[in-house]
């Protein structure tokens, strides 16, 4: 049994203890308590969340180019800069001062700098004294700030002079009470972008924790192979500043998240295993920096669906692209456009669903109302683009169990599976 199988059922039996407690009472003349309201608005409390105008966080495009010491790829500095308190950077042991260097993908106005240490139910020991430091070229770092931090906090923000940078260096420097580990969960910046972020590249070969990993991009799509036996094979697509893709390895299958810096010699980015229940199972963090070009190519996606589908009965098809608007983006839909063709042709019985996953809302109704909105507009778009309408179900679906802000950034699709006849 689970341990959420486990945890709804004892969830049950106090609830129907109480509610025979409350019968045994008004049998007895006494008055039942009235339960206060519910507040459907009312936020979990390990919700996290990003501030609109964090610098550090995977939507804004930062990218990890140099560290100097981490526990394991599971413990990765990336994890300093993902926006979330409960994944952590954790240094070597008895190796507590370390370093990362983080590049901004455009010129930046740094006006406050700070982390988080947790809350109160959270790591013990957190680091105490930070040193941020600046550069424009990633070679000359000047101090902008160094901070001392209080345990079991959010974020702490420290104002800094107003300085143009590219490039933070992060020391850690000491830590509340242990002296043999660093445990670093959030950094922050705040400021304001001074010119436009190009489009990111990803094409190229990339060492990544030892293995060669070759990307090779065309438009929007991203596709991927890490060169081990068998063989890491990725699909996806651009999506703001960053790329998500799918992947399958052998019998096994996940997604991915990935960054470049703008002028495509550093990447960094996390992936993650599937379970049957949709549950993310961390892979391990990538840092890498380009060593070549890689040759163009293309990833057959039923390859990687086909995993998908058979692990878990679903296939995240990233390659549906939606305009800022809010319709369906043919051109840029081109790659899920055709796998969706080439399924309907290879499964002349069976009908398509496409489930638009809404996430960004703790509240089941709103998510409800923003993915069946989304749906009404896809498949408006999938109409125009000629596809048979009577073949394809479209519906809206909701998430509110996806805590950390990366699994909603990631998660924020259309997903793929077959509906039967």
């Known amino acids: 049994m689970s341990s959420g199988t486990a945890d709804r059922l004892a969830r049950g039996a106090v609830a129907a203890a109480l509610f025979a407690c409350t019968l045994a009472v008004a049998g007895c003349g006494w008055p039942s308590p009235e339960p206060p309201p519910a507040d459907p608005a009312a936020?979990?409390?390990?919700?996290?969340?990003?501030?609109?105008?964090?610098?550090?966080?995977?939507?804004?495009?930062?990218?990890?180019?140099?560290?100097?010491?981490?526990?394991?790829?599971?413990?990765s500095s990336l994890n300093a800069v993902d926006g979330d308190d409960g994944t952590i950077w954790i240094s070597p042991p008895k190796d507590t001062v370390q370093w990362l260097v983080v590049e901004l993908p455009a010129l930046t106005k740094i006006r406050q700098v700070g982390a988080s240490t947790g809350d109160p139910g959270s790591i013990t020991g957190p680091v105490k004294t930070l040193r941020f430091e600046g550069s424009v070229d990633g070679i000359t770092f000047t101090g902008?700030?160094?901070?001392?931090?209080?345990?079991?906090?959010?974020?702490?923000?420290?104002d800094v002079t107003p300085t143009e940078v590219r490039f933070?260096?992060?020391?850690?420097?000491?830590?509340?009470?242990?002296?043999?580990?660093?445990?670093?969960?959030?950094?922050?910046?705040?400021?304001?972008?001074?010119?436009?972020?190009?489009?990111?590249?990803?094409?190229?070969?990339?060492?990544?924790?030892g293995h060669e990993l070759d990307l090779s991009q065309d438009g929007n799509v991203v596709y991927g192979v890490v060169r081990m036996e068998p063989p890491m094979i990725f699909y996806g697509t651009v999506a703001g500043r960053g790329a998500r893709l799918a992947w399958s390895r052998g019998n096994e299958n996940g997604i991915a998240r990935l960054d470049v810096d703008p002028s495509s010699t550093h990447l960094s980015g996390l992936w993650w295993w599937i379970d049957p229940l949709l549950n993310f199972n961390l892979g391990e963090a990538w840092i890498s920096q380009r060593v070549g070009d890689a040759p163009r190519f293309t990833v057959p996606?039923?390859?990687?669906?086909?995993?998908?589908?058979?692990?878990?009965?679903?296939?995240?098809?990233?390659?549906?692209?939606?305009?800022p608007d809010g319709d369906l983006d043919l051109e840029a839909?081109?790659?899920?456009?055709?796998?969706?063709?080439?399924?309907?042709?290879?499964?002349?019985t069976y009908k398509v669903r496409l489930e638009v996953v809404a996430c960004d809302s703790w509240i089941e109704a709103k998510n409800l109302e923003?993915?069946?909105?989304?749906?009404?507009?896809?498949?408006?778009?999938?109409?125009?683009?000629?596809?048979?309408k009577e073949r394809i179900v479209v519906e809206g679906r909701?998430?509110?169990?996806l805590v950390r802000?990366?699994?909603?950034?990631?998660?924020?699709?259309?997903?793929?599976s077959l509906a039967g006849n």
């Open 168 to 209: 933070l260096k992060v020391t850690t420097l000491a830590n509340h009470k242990d002296n043999e580990v660093t445990l670093v969960p959030s950094l922050h910046a705040r400021g304001e972008e001074l010119e436009p972020v190009p489009p990111p590249s990803f094409s190229g070969r990339w060492n990544v924790n």
């Open 301 to 323: 996606i039923p390859k990687i669906a086909d995993v998908h589908i058979r692990k878990v009965g679903r296939f995240p098809l990233y390659g549906l692209v939606f305009r």
């Open 333 to 348: 839909s081109a790659s899920g456009l055709g796998f969706i063709r080439q399924a309907l042709a290879s499964f002349p």
């Open 405 to 416: 802000p990366i699994y909603r950034l990631m998660y924020d699709q259309v997903e793929f």
């Open 43 to 75: 936020r979990p409390a390990n919700w996290s969340t990003v501030a609109s105008d964090e610098l550090l966080a995977p939507a804004r495009g930062v990218v990890v180019t140099d560290r100097s010491g981490e526990l394991s790829y599971v413990a």
């Open 398 to 401: 909701s998430r509110t169990d």
């Open 144 to 158: 902008l700030q160094t901070v001392d931090l209080a345990t079991k906090q959010g974020p702490q923000l420290f």
């Open 370 to 388: 923003a993915a069946r909105a989304r749906a009404s507009r896809l498949a408006a778009g999938l109409e125009r683009s000629g596809l048979p």
